[in-house]
């Protein structure tokens, strides 16, 4: 096992990424990401059934670490990487119980073309937030040495929206989309959850795309693995032949505060942008609205906005799987498209 040159990885105020010299703190945590470097490559927890993508994972604190890894199972579906160290550390660690989860380091053994680099799914980055907060630090770099990176989950995550003032509000918002918000709680399907909690994620969404509207709800089973609302929208538009997202409306009743959009839900959105960006060869960015309303009155409370991609920073997407997958991934999509919409 080799030795590494530890980087930081700095964000700018741009979204641009820089790799800086580790800070103080850092500095000292360097025998924590060393072993979890080490654990990581050496672990044999990944079973890539169908993909192939080897997940080497890892989490760990001073007093041990341990490996994790992605399991495929079924038809394509996936415990990942990320999620199975969150098992991993609830089973070390929590006879044990921890004071900071900021103690914790997630390790990464890059993958065989050398990228230090990760980009967590969005489903991931929920489960890490519910888990270890923002603060939880990051490395990931070749199990043989080299150049390793050390970032915060922080760095993954996008939820400062901008507020609008009511003039700044598009007026279609309102008065042509308004109704179908106030009939979008019908169409909900939720009896498992509880009712007082979060009801920032009790939300509903209005995905608008070349050739069509479609509104999505929450559909919550009794095995807890729900299909949220944007999900929901984007499968009808996927159905419909159509990735080309014009403009994002996310809603919810006095939730006291912005929607809280998963992040599995931004990967989903992000992917179907990202569809339509592969058929047409044109990049988008399509605009996110984030509404609050009361329902009694029909009285719009605040708006947000963000953007398709400035809301899942560092993506997890297709392009992971190298340019030749991309470029059949293309052809693919164009043979889900409506012909009638390509430019």
């Known amino acids: 096992m080799g030795s590494w040159l530890f ?11 820089e790799l800086v010299e580790l800070n103080l ?8 990401y060393a072993e979890a470097l080490r654990v990581a490559a050496d672990s044999t927890v990944p079973k890539p059934t169908f993909s192939g993508y080897f997940v080497r994972a890892s989490i760990g604190t001073d007093a041990a670490c341990v490996p994790a890894g992605n399991i495929e199972y079924g ?3 996936a415990l990942h990487g990320e999620e199975s160290a969150v098992a991993a550390s609830r089973s070390r660690f929590s006879r044990f119980g921890w004071n900071s989860t900021e103690d914790f380091v997630l390790g990464f053994s890059s993958h065989s073309n050398g990228d230090s680099s990760i980009s967590p799914c969005g489903n991931c980055r929920d489960i890490l ?18 150049l390793a990176v050390v970032s915060k989950l922080s760095d993954y995550l996008f939820d400062s929206p901008r507020e609008l003032i009511w003039a700044e509000i598009p007026p279609y918002l309102v008065d042509s989309m308004l109704p179908i918000i106030l009939d979008a709680e019908g169409l909900a399907n939720d009896a498992y959850s509880p009712k007082n909690t979060c009801p920032e994620r009790r ?21 807890y693995h729900p299909v949220y609302a944007l999900y929901d929208a984007v499968r009808q538009a996927r159905r419909a032949r159509d990735p080309f997202v014009r403009l994002v409306v996310v809603f919810c009743e006095e939730c006291g505060s912005v929607p809280q959009v998963m992040y599995k839900d931004r990967q989903h959105l992000f992917e179907l942008n990202l569809q339509g960006e592969l058929v047409s060869g044109t990049e988008a960015d399509p605009p996110v609205f984030l509404l609050t309303y009361a329902p009694e009155d029909k009285r719009v409370l605040g708006v947000s906005r963000a953007s398709v991609k400035e809301w899942l920073p560092f993506p997890f997407s297709p392009r992971a799987f190298g340019p030749d997958f ?13 012909p009638k919409l390509l430019p």
């Not at 703190?25 to 924590?32: D, E, V, Y």
């Not at 608008?208 to 919550?220: F, Q």
């Not at 991309?326 to 409506?338: D, H, R």
């Open 7 to 17: 980087k930081s990885l700095l964000v700018k105020p741009d979204g641009a990424p």
């Open 25 to 32: 703190a850092q500095l000292r945590r360097i025998p924590l």
């Open 203 to 223: 939300y509903h969404a209005l995905l608008m795309t070349k050739s069509g509207v479609y509104v999505g709800a929450r559909d919550v089973m009794c095995d």
């Open 326 to 338: 991309v470029k059949g991934l293309a052809e693919y999509f164009k043979s889900k498209t409506n």
């Open 75 to 77: 038809l394509c579906q």
């Open 129 to 146: 937030l519910e888990e270890f907060g923002a603060g939880l630090e990051i490395v990931a770099g070749a199990g043989d040495g080299g």
